[in-house]
Nanobody
């Protein structure tokens, strides 16, 4: 069955880095885009970054450009989100999701908590 399993969240101080991983199984990777989305403490959900699993094209939320990098390893069926220079406002539950980089996601992982606090 389709699965997306995130890992790598945790508690870090402002300015530090974290790398999130999303392992995908149960479907043909190249048929989809994978997005990293986050749900902020107030409940708002936003797409942080997205990558095409077929051609590797990427997109980013303006507030994370230059700090976050999304990459893929199709052989390992894993999508990464490298997060540098983390800020308290990056605190959220981060989810990877399968769908389209135009914002339509039809399957979500269980999420991993990222907390940025001094």
């Amino acid at each position: 069955q389709v699965q997306l399993v995130e890992s790598g969240g945790g508690l870090v101080q402002p300015g530090e880095s974290l790398t999130l991983s999303c392992v995908a199984s149960g479907f043909t990777l190249e048929d989809y885009d994978i997005g990293w989305n986050r749900q902020l403490p107030g409940g708002e959900r936003e797409t942080v970054s997205c990558i095409s699993m077929s051609d590797g094209m990427t997109s980013y939320l303006d507030s994370v450009k230059g700090r976050f990098t999304i990459t893929r390893d199709n052989a390992k069926r894993t999508i990464y989100l490298q997060m540098d220079s983390l800020k308290p406002e990056d605190t959220a539950v981060y989810y990877c999701a399968r769908g389209s980089c135009d914002g339509i996601y039809t399957f979500w992982g269980q999420g991993t908590q990222v907390t940025v606090s001094s």
